[in-house]
């Protein structure tokens, strides 16, 4: 499980029916039930944005959720992922939905 080792930094964008939809609470929950830190809002063209941090193995699963699951309302259309790094410790305390 190598994959597993290390602390993963990731920002995303996700399109698609995902305003509206609660789809920035959901994403919020799962992260912190992943035990994930980072941000998620949603952008003035229709899309959610955000950072995601933590053990690679977790940021794995959250970004399979913003690919195929997201908020019960929500229709994904496409989830973009980007300037993905390693860092040496998480760069924010928890996972907050920015305005």
């Known amino acids: 499980m190598a994959e597993g080792e290390g602390l993963l930094s990731v920002d995303y964008e996700v399109s698609g029916k995902v305003q509206g939809v609660f789809f920035r609470k959901y994403t919020q929950g799962e992260a912190k039930r992943l035990g994930l830190v980072g941000w998620v809002q949603n952008t003035s063209h229709g899309t959610v944005q ?39 410790a998480l760069e ?3 996972f907050q939905i920015l305005k």
């Open 50 to 88: 955000g950072q995601i941090q933590g053990p690679t193995a977790r940021v794995r699963e959250l970004q399979e959720w913003l690919r195929k699951v997201g908020s019960p309302q929500s229709r994904i259309s496409r989830a973009e992922f980007s300037n993905e790094k390693k860092i040496a």
């Open 92 to 94: 924010h305390k928890d």
